[in-house]
């Protein structure tokens, strides 16, 4: 099923930014126990799960949002987590957690991401 997207703004290819959903943790975010086979990520998804409001904001460009339960690129970091695999994911991830760790709003990220992997 998919989950509704609430478009706060359209990327450049249309990729389009969900709004971050209300109460959204990142619980579901993958944690090192989830990763032994992948211990070179578990920094990368300790950093998505600290910043889950910014990453349930973020659109992702490498066309997993047309799988079934998206929302957004948090949603990259959970369950099956694409982002294990992916690097247009676990880019868009190391440049959010980059930028926000540095201040920067929600819609510079959103201008960043597209810029860089739009």
Same mark, same amino acid.
């Given at each position: 099923?998919?989950?509704?997207?609430?478009?706060?703004?359209?990327?450049?290819?249309?990729?389009?930014?969900?709004?971050?959903?209300?109460?959204?943790?990142?619980?579901?975010? %993958?944690?090192?126990?989830?990763?032994?086979? !992948?211990?070179?990520?578990? &920094?990368?998804?300790?950093?998505?799960?600290? =910043?889950? #409001?910014?990453?349930?904001?973020?659109?992702?460009?490498?066309?997993?949002?047309? %799988?079934?339960?998206?929302?957004?690129?948090? !949603?990259?970091?959970?369950? &099956?987590?694409?982002?294990?695999?992916?690097? =247009?994911? #676990?880019?868009?991830?190391?440049?959010?957690?980059?930028?926000?760790?540095?201040?920067?709003?929600?819609?510079?990220?959103?201008?960043?991401?597209?810029?860089?992997?739009?």
């Amino acid at each position: 099923m998919l989950l509704p997207r609430r478009a706060s703004a359209i990327g450049v290819r249309g990729v389009s930014h969900p709004t971050p959903r209300a109460g959204i943790t990142g619980v579901k975010v %993958l944690t090192a126990a989830d990763l032994t086979k !992948s211990p070179h990520l578990v &920094e990368l998804f300790d950093g998505i799960r600290a =910043i889950p #409001q910014i990453a349930d904001g973020i659109g992702c460009h490498c066309g997993c949002a047309e %799988l079934s339960g998206h929302y957004s690129l948090l !949603s990259c970091y959970e369950g &099956e987590a694409m982002a294990k695999s992916c690097p =247009i994911c #676990q880019g868009e991830g190391r440049v959010t957690i980059r930028l926000a760790k540095a201040g920067k709003s929600l819609n510079d990220i959103r201008a960043a991401i597209d810029a860089q992997f739009g």
